[in-house]
């Protein structure tokens, strides 16, 4: 009769420890807000980005609306977003580009991020780099092209399109960037407005802010 192998009780401890540490793992995913198309609610889900937002504002100039709603345009607030990948037959084909996490940003720019702001061990799926990518690249934008920060409109097309691409002008017979450029504006307007009726409470929710207004 073969004997039945019966594992030490440390090394069932270990691989339950294992386990446990990767559900953890899989539970610090983050899924995107409920009600996407209201800040007040996305904040209230998620409080911690507002004030991601707020710093990213305080650091660059870029207004909270602006920053949140290029991100959901960008991504929907889905943290490992890439663009679709292409197939021939069953065979997998390069995505179209190397846009990554909330904020979309490709390699290269995503390089010289960094180097510019000295964040070696910043990720383009976590919500706060990825706003203050946003704010530095839309600083940048303003200080080469003279595009107001207050100008969703024409600063989400310089962001999609490059600095270069902008000042080409090709982008003015692109029809769908502009229908998108649009709807960018639209939202930064709306979520400008709700953020309105719920700002004082995101700003003043910590314990210690004693004289918060």
């Known amino acids: 009769m073969t004997a039945r192998w019966n594992p030490p009780a440390s090394r069932l401890a270990a691989f339950a420890l294992l386990a446990l540490s990767l559900l953890a793992l899989g539970g610090c995913a983050t899924v995107p807000p409920?009600?996407?198309d209201n800040i007040c609610q996305v904040f209230n889900q998620y409080p911690e980005w507002y004030d991601d937002a707020h710093?990213?504002?305080q650091r660059w100039g870029t207004p909270i609306n602006v920053l949140m709603a290029?991100?959901?345009r960008e991504s929907s607030f889905r943290e490992h977003a890439r663009p679709e990948r292409r197939w021939f037959l069953f065979?997998?084909?390069p995505r179209k580009s190397s846009a990554y996490g909330y904020a979309q940003a490709q390699d290269p720019v995503?390089?010289?991020y960094r180097k510019a702001t000295g964040g070696l061990f910043k990720s383009r799926s976590d919500m706060d780099d990825a706003l203050d990518f946003i704010g530095w690249y839309t600083d940048l934008i303003h200080r080469q092209l003279g595009i107001s920060k207050w100008d969703p409109e024409h600063l989400y097309i310089a962001y999609h399109e490059g600095i270069g691409g902008y000042r080409s002008g090709r982008w003015r017979h692109n029809r769908a960037l502009l229908?998108?450029?649009r709807?960018?504006?639209f939202r930064a307007g709306e979520y400008g407005a709700q953020l309105k009726?719920?700002?004082q409470s995101l700003r003043c929710r910590h314990w210690y802010q004693f004289f918060c207004d």
């Open 70 to 72: 290029f991100v959901r």
């Open 91 to 93: 065979i997998p084909l």
């Open 183 to 185: 709807g960018v504006a």
């Open 34 to 36: 409920r009600h996407a």
């Open 197 to 199: 009726h719920c700002e």
């Open 110 to 112: 995503w390089r010289r």
């Open 179 to 181: 229908a998108t450029a």
């Open 55 to 57: 710093d990213a504002q």
